[in-house]
Nanobody
Framework: QVQLVESGGGLVQTGGSLRLSCAASARSFSSYVMGWFRQAPGKEREFVAAISRNGRSTYYADSMKGRFTISRDNAKNTVYLQMNSLKPEDTAVYYC????????????????????WGQGTQVTVSS
């Protein structure tokens, strides 16, 4: 069982930045693909970004490319999401997700690929 705890959300103005963190209680954190998803009110949960076990491969949703950066520190059992140039449409609850895999460069980008989920952290971008 893996427990994921997100932090770093909050209220920010348009154009501002936030860095989300997700701390994992996994014994072998480096065995897990990590992803970020978000869900706005009245909308389905959507993919944001993902990073492979070894951190060498990343993948982003098109609307986040160039603004968001996912990274991980396997020594700290933590994955990060740096969000820059935030827009009101980025307002959502952001969720961290994890799924273990044998392959070092595997990336998952659909909800059904992820086995473990955090409780989410609210990000609100004011106009």
């Amino acid at each position: 069982q893996v427990q994921l705890v997100e932090s770093g959300g909050g209220l920010v103005q348009t154009g501002g930045s936030l860095r989300l963190s997700c701390a994992a209680s996994a014994r072998s954190f480096s065995s897990y693909v990590m992803g970020w998803f978000r869900q706005a009110p009245g909308k389905e949960r959507e993919f944001v970004a993902a990073i492979s076990r070894n951190g060498r491969s990343t993948y982003y949703a098109d609307s986040m490319k160039g603004r968001f950066t996912i990274s991980r520190d396997n020594a700290k059992n933590t994955v990060y999401l740096q969000m820059n140039s935030l827009k009101p449409e980025d307002t959502a609850v952001y969720y961290c997700a994890a799924s273990n895999t044998y392959y070092s460069d595997t990336i998952y980008y659909t909800l059904h690929d992820y086995k473990y989920w955090g409780q989410g952290t609210q990000v609100t971008v004011s106009s």
